[in-house]
């Protein structure tokens, strides 16, 4: 049910960038080729590999183009981790969160479970949580990995593979969750594999989605596991952490939170899978080996390790990202048999015709921090509750919507958390409250906004940002008066930290956001279009 930012178009124009540049001293950006023998060692070094990814949101039938070319698609993904596969048998498959949630209507309509039968046919080893596999609350998300019974899908078998999670532990006995690790032996090799989630996760999930648990310091909870696996002998460690991070294409300027952590981790961890803000990341930082493969199966990461038997311990380490291209390369015929299989459940409810769009309209905000389709989505949610004002998160709106014909699936794919509509009660000095605190100390989130304009200056401090708040008409916002205000549940809780929400008043439930916005485009002239309106201003 909820939602984080939106990252994934915003980052394939660097995914183009980087996919073409040569190989760097930590890895390289790869061109979907086979990788080939490596050379011969004079070491008898065991050769393993690590094919992971993150942020895959259930994109099973999902196309998206980078440099002009088709990339994505799960049927693809499978053909080239297959092809990597069969170069080397030393090799684990792993995947860093965000496997589910937020996912398309193929996957999302059936509780996210045909993503998890793909991860089981393609022979994934271990997973840990992101913040998406809360959406739907913990025992959601459990039965997915053990399996069991939901009243829409009826009886599932769960995830082939084990999950991992150090840092999210029970509320009342503080007790991890899933196993904090797991040991997975390869060609005589120990290598352990402990996940971690972000602990920022509860202001980004609802509150209902993370009921009973809490997350602990993600590094505090790896070094505790650390400290176990060398116990037990272990020597070769790989972090899956749904922590967010990036770096350049040759492995320069590496930031994010992942490497806060990895300065402040065991040394002897080897590796550390990284996720959440969909970014390139390939570089070493500290000694050990970060990446992260933008997301949504546009690509993958590939990681060669040279261990040594005597020691079993890691002597070399290198990284490539790769990028699913569709060009030069056959889609895997038994994933794309599973995924015409559900695209044949969900289709009746899918296809339907909900409008006709002029042009392509996108979330794509201007400087000032509005867009098109923001404005568009709010005007829906205003009308739905006929109040004064509207406010829309920018992390729920996850697609655009494509010029032509508009099916109800394509606004699904815009809309995919089924949150519903909140209207409540603040007065003009709470509305001001609310936009200032759009600016935060590690993130700036641009409310989409109906049924009111303001400036903002980015020369003032954080806090005082918003300088003008008007009416259409032009009449000032009263600090004093009482207006009506929609929003959907997640922010109504207060989620990404817009907490002044929490203290509205005379709350009253709605419909689902996605109905509201489907009503709202078929009652439109068609062909209907949204553009930037000059809602929001941006003063130097």
């Not at 760097?24 to 950006?29: C, D, K």
């Not at 459990?142 to 991992?164: E, K, M, N, Q, S």
């Not at 109800?408 to 949150?419: D, I, R």
């Not at 936009?435 to 003032?460: D, V």
Request: proline share 6%.
């Amino acid at each position: 049910m909820k939602n984080s930012k939106r990252w994934g178009r915003r980052v394939l124009s660097a995914l183009a960038a980087a996919a073409v540049l040569a190989a760097t001293p930590v890895g390289a950006a790869g061109n979907g080729k086979s990788k080939g023998k490596p050379p011969a060692s004079s070491h008898r070094y065991i050769e393993v590999q690590l094919l992971g990814m993150n942020d895959f949101h259930g994109q099973l039938n999902v196309t998206r183009k980078v440099g002009g070319r088709e990339v994505g698609r799960a049927d693809y993904l499978a053909a080239y981790l297959k092809q990597r596969e069969a170069e080397n048998k030393n090799t684990l498959l792993v995947h860093a969160g965000d496997a589910v949630g937020a996912s398309p209507p193929v996957s999302a309509l059936l509780q996210d479970e045909p993503t998890i039968e793909v991860l089981n046919k393609l022979g994934f080893d271990v997973g840990t949580l992101g913040n998406h596999e809360f959406d739907e609350g913990v025992a959601e998300m459990l039965r997915l990995i053990h399996g069991g019974y939901h009243p829409a899908t009826g009886d599932f078998a769960g995830a082939d593979f084990p999950y991992v999670s150090a840092n999210v532990v029970d509320a009342q006995t503080g007790k991890p969750i899933l196993p904090p690790y797991v040991i997975k032996r390869v060609n005589g090799i120990p290598i352990g594999l402990i996940g971690v989630t972000l602990t920022e996760t509860p202001t980004i999930v609802t509150p209902s989605g993370v009921a009973g648990v809490k997350f602990i310091d993600e590094a505090t909870a790896i070094n505790k596991a650390v400290r176990e696996l060398k116990k037990k002998g272990v020597q070769t460690i790989v972090i899956l952490a749904h922590n967010p991070g990036a770096s350049n294409p040759d492995g320069t300027n590496a930031s994010g939170e992942i490497v806060d952590i990895a300065k402040n981790i065991d040394d002897e961890v080897d590796v550390i899978f990284a996720g959440h803000n969909h970014a390139y990341l390939n570089a070493v930082v500290d000694g050990k080996l970060l990446v992260q493969s933008y997301s949504y199966g546009t690509a993958f990461s590939d990681v060669d390790l040279k261990i040594d038997p005597r020691t079993k311990d890691v002597v070399a380490k290198k990284a490539e990202i790769v990028t699913t291209y569709h060009d030069g390369i056959t889609p895997d015929p038994e994933i794309r048999t599973l995924i015409e299989k559900y695209e044949a459940k969900v289709a009746p409810l899918v296809n339907q015709v909900i409008g006709a769009a002029a042009e392509t309209i996108t979330d794509e905000q201007n400087e000032s921090g509005e867009s098109a389709l923001g404005d568009l989505i709010a005007d829906a949610q205003r009308a739905a509750m006929k109040t004064d004002f509207a406010f829309m998160n920018p992390g729920g709106i996850r697609a655009d919507i494509e010029q032509g014909e508009v099916t109800w699936g394509e606004l699904y794919n815009v809309q995919p958390f089924n949150n519903q509509l909140v209207s409540m009660t603040l007065t003009g000095a709470q509305i001001r409250q609310l936009l200032n605190q759009q600016w935060q100390p590690t993130q700036t989130r641009m409310l989409q906004i109906s049924g009111l304009r303001y400036t903002w200056s980015a020369s003032k401090p954080v806090g005082e940002k918003v300088i003008d708040i008007q009416l259409p008409g032009g009449t000032p916002l009263k600090p004093d008066a009482e207006y009506t205000v929609t929003v959907n549940s997640f922010l109504a809780d207060g989620g990404d930290g817009f907490t002044v929400l929490t203290h509205g008043t005379n709350r009253e439930v709605g419909p689902v956001d996605l109905d509201a916005l489907v009503s709202y485009i078929r009652g439109l002239e068609q062909p209907f279009s949204a553009r930037i309106e000059g809602r929001i201003n941006r003063l130097p």
